[in-house]
């Protein structure tokens, strides 16, 4: 079952000298051992709760330490302490490790995916295909960010605010962008 992400954190107790073992890190990177060492049971607790085998589990709990010692400099106290800061980083692997994982439908596999098992005839069918291949030579034509935004919207099912991260836009952006993009589609594929 998976912990969110203030359970996780409660996880481990605040410790009363992790900001000084952050000032201690920033001057002697040996010293980020320390806070390696107290939050890697936790962390990796809670990213293998989410995950599907050790292994991934292994490679996000690395992947969250090099992100937060590379980003050690930018942590505030005053935002956050330490331990949420990095349940977020973690939270934050996970996330994007999920997305990893999504499938896609290629454009090519679109009309099977499509075509409704109860079609009900031959002509139909192939009027269906028809379509279906006017419209992938469409999609072929259109500039390559417009096609990445429809298979992350409709291959994928992620909402504008989904994407948005992905292809660094603001959501709105985005939705006006595949309302663009959609609209012209449809000139096109009327003319």
């Known amino acids: 079952m998976s912990q969110t992400l203030a359970g996780a954190a409660a996880a481990v107790p605040e410790c009363d000298g992790d900001d000084a073992l952050v ?3 920033l001057e002697r990177t040996e010293d980020f051992g320390l806070l390696y060492h107290r939050y890697l049971p936790p962390i990796y607790r809670y990213i293998f709760a989410q995950v599907s085998s050790r292994e991934e589990a292994d490679d996000l709990t690395q992947v969250v330490f090099v992100r937060a010692f590379s980003s050690l400099a930018g942590y ?6 330490f331990a949420t800061w990095l349940y977020r980083i973690a939270r934050n692997a996970v996330i994007d490790a ?4 999504r499938t896609t439908l290629s454009w090519d596999g679109l009309p099977e995916a ?4 109860d079609t009900p005839g031959p002509d139909a069918l192939a009027e269906d295909r028809e379509r279906l291949a006017r419209l992938q030579g469409l999609l072929r034509r259109i500039d390559p960010g417009k096609q990445e935004l429809l298979a992350l919207r409709f291959g994928s099912g992620l909402s504008a605010r989904e994407i948005a991260p992905i292809v660094g836009k603001s959501e709105a952006a985005v939705k006006k962008q595949l309302t663009r993009t959609i609209a012209t589609l449809k000139e096109l594929y009327v003319d």
């Not at 999920?98 to 994982?101: L, M, S, T, V, Y």
């Not at 499509?114 to 098992?117: D, F, K, N, Q, S």
């Open 23 to 25: 000032s201690a890190a």
């Open 76 to 81: 505030r106290s005053k935002r956050a302490s």
């Open 114 to 117: 499509l075509v409704a098992a």
């Open 98 to 101: 999920r997305r990893r994982r």
